[in-house]
């Protein structure tokens, strides 16, 4: 594989305007290649052809479609370890997390594909005699997708296939922080029969590049996973051209721990939760809310289970987290942990840098406790290794102290209480609720977003992405008078 790798536009692999470095964070010597930089004339060149390609795909047949979803789903997972560790090499998850997640990503391609079959529409009688009604979905046209490098494979496919399965076009900015990821999926699926056009790459920054892209007459619809300010940008900008708009940003999920819960389960949720990823997940559970009657033995078993997590390179055996994303993302976290402690919140364990053999970013997760849920480490995503204990008298006080955020992506309890675990089900503001499992973690099949500050838009995932990628129209027949 050649070392400078290029864009995918209207049907052809095209170099850009200028290149980026993708680096390893495990390894900062390590150069994984060089990936171009999309102009604004190959931007206009990639949404002219999606525009002609939508058009015939539209037109396809639902089984070519399947098909070739169907192979990109199965391609990804037959090569799930191999591009996983790619995935792993620039994102810095471990590689049975990158693995993992390219086996997702595949996953989202063979449920589309058999999704591509199931567009059924309905009929109805209508109102006035003689007519009859008929409810079908339409393809929405040319979509934006703006995916984000924390889950570089599996956010993109959650948008990518639905897409395809209703027959739309796509043009898609991958993070510049993992573009290698985004030229394999592109490879595998520039080798389908699809209409050239029907599918674009455009690599380049959010702020050039993806800012042009959302702000483009030539699209319909725009799906979006990144941070709050810039879904917000992207919001305006949909608005101004009245193009549909998707968003799924940031949170600030809670774990709840009660009294009466399973201590070492509680403990190994609060751990995967807090911590997989590096803490990089929009589920992941940076507020651990603990009834005061489990609190200290919570503590103690929270502590020696995070001082044992093993910190080291995202390619080594044994590897438990991997380091931070990025030299930008380390230097906010290591903030954040002054801002806690100046704050007033204890930090128990962690949060240093850490040199160890190869030059990355390591962390040592980071355990604050005597938090309060005013302080702004507990108010605003930190998207870091870094989780703080908030003490909570009652369950009451505790489902309180959940819903005090402007974010409602995901949230958990853990209980052995049916009344309590049915309760927080029913009254945690949040899009996805967890009873005695971790915050993140959820299902391919099924809805997926939140409330508040976190999501905007029809939900993603499962049947609900059909809301999305799709128009509804309404037919009336008149079918003359009755024989
Ligand atoms: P951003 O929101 O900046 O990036 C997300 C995506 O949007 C990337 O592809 C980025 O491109 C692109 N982008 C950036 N600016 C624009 C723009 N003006 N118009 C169109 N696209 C744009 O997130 P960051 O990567 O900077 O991460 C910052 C914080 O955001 C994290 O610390 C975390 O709190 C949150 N975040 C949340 C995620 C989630 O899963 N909900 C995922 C990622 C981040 P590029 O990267 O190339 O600039």
Known sequence: MSDNHHNYIAGQWLKGASEIENRNPSDTRDLIGLYAQASRAQLDSALAAASEAQRIWARSGLEQRYKVLMAIGQELMQRSAEIGRTLSREE??????????VYRAGQFFTYYAAETLRQLGQTADSVRDGIEIDIRREPIGVVAIISPWNFPMATACWKIAPALAFGNAVVWKPANLTPASAVILSEIIARQDLPAGLFNLV????????????????????SFTGSVD????????????????????????????????????AVSCAVNGAFGGTGQKCTASSRLIVHEGIHDAFVEKLLAATQAL??????????????????AQLEANLANLQLGQQE????????????????????????????SNAMRINREELFAPIACVIKAGSYEEALSLVNDTRFGLTAGIMTRSLARASHFRRNARVGCVMVNLPTAGTDY?????????????????????????????????????PL
């Not at 959010?206 to 725009?222: R, V, Y």
């Not at 500050?453 to 509804?472: L, M």
């Open 230 to 265: 810039v879904g917000k940008g992207i919001a305006a900008s949909a608005a101004a051209n009245l193009t549909k708009v998707q968003l799924e940003m940031g949170s600030k999920n809670a774990l709840a721990v009660m009294d009466d819960a399973d201590l070492d389960l």
């Open 445 to 481: 099949h099924v809805p997926f977003g939140g409330r508040g500050d976190s999501s905007y838009g029809p939900r993603e995932q499962g049947r609900s992405a059909v809301e999305f990628y799709t128009h509804v129209k309404t037919g009336y027949i008149a079918a003359g008078a």
């Open 92 to 101: 810095g998850k471990p590689m049975a997390e990158g693995a993992g997640e």
């Open 344 to 371: 007033g919140a204890e930090l128990l364990t962690g949060g240093q840098r850490l040199e160890l053999e190869s030059p990355g970013y390591y962390q040592a997760p980071a355990l604050f406790i005597g938090g």
């Open 203 to 222: 690599m380049g920054a959010g702020s050039e590049i993806g800012q042009a892209l959302i702000e483009h007459p030539g699209i319909n619809a725009i």
């Open 310 to 327: 093993k910190v080291g390179h995202a390619l080594e055996a044994g590897t438990q987290i991997g380091p931070v994303a990025s030299a």
